[in-house]
């Protein structure tokens, strides 16, 4: 079965600092998608990427960028000039074509601090 | 925002007695999910359901079951509930199951004593 790793439980940052969060990832499929997800102190999950696996190309959004590595089967989510509202726990996940489980990893709790 | 609708939003309940969460969706979309996110774990697929009556295990579904009867409708019970099964429960909606992102709703807190 896919697995994802973050291998940073909490990280704590003062505004207007760089930060990037890491996600490994292990799957046996050559078809597979990654997924970035927030989740704010108020409790609900929010898409922010997706990503195939056919496609390696870094992705930027303002203030968020991706860098997908299959050669180091990582996925990681860098927000430049961090702001308190960027105060969340930011979740990887992955699916696999064949099955549909998408299987998320534990978590960054990102504190970003006036 | 998805039309995703979870009940009860908290549960307080007993050792032993059945809980049924439920999960309403206005958007027509095929597959449905739950979650249930624990600290240290990140959150983990219980079962899904790929369409009407449609439904499939996922990597912690011992102690569950869904049923599904109409499209807009999930719902997710625990037989006899224990406190390993206090969580926190997400009911997510996708358009295209696997390649496609998840949206989630709010969330439904259970506390089993």
């Known amino acids: 079965a896919q697995k994802v790793t973050q291998a940073q439980t909490e990280i704590s940052v003062v505004e207007k600092e760089d930060v990037t969060l890491d996600c490994v990832y292990e799957t046996r499929d050559t078809t597979y998608y990654l997924f970035w997800y927030k989740q704010p102190p108020s409790g609900e999950l929010v898409f922010l990427i997706r990503r195939n696996s056919f496609d390696e190309q870094n992705e930027i959004s303002g203030r968020y960028s991706w860098n997908f590595q299959k050669s180091t089967s990582s996925f990681n989510f860098t927000i430049t000039a961090s702001q308190v509202v960027d105060s969340a726990v930011y979740f990887c996940?992955?699916?696999?074509?064949?099955?549909?489980?998408?299987?998320f990893g534990a978590g960054t709790r990102l504190t970003v601090k006036p | 925002d998805a039309g995703i609708t979870q009940s009860p939003r908290h549960k307080v309940t007993e050792t032993g007695t059945p809980v049924t969460l439920r999960c309403h969706q206005t958007e027509n979309h095929r597959y449905m999910y739950w979650y249930r996110q624990d600290p240290g774990h990140g959150l983990r697929l219980i079962h899904y359901s790929y369409g009407v009556k449609d439904t499939d295990k996922g990597e912690v579904s011992d102690g569950y079951s869904v049923s599904r009867s109409k499209t807009e409708d999930f719902l997710l019970t625990l037989e006899s509930a224990t406190s390993s099964q206090t969580s926190v429960y997400f009911c997510?909606?996708?358009?295209?199951?696997?390649?496609?992102?998840?949206?989630f709703g709010e969330g439904s807190r259970l506390t089993v004593l």
């Open positions: 997510a909606i996708s358009e295209l199951g696997v390649p496609g992102e998840l949206f």
């Open positions: 996940a992955l699916s696999e074509a064949s099955n549909n489980d998408m299987r």
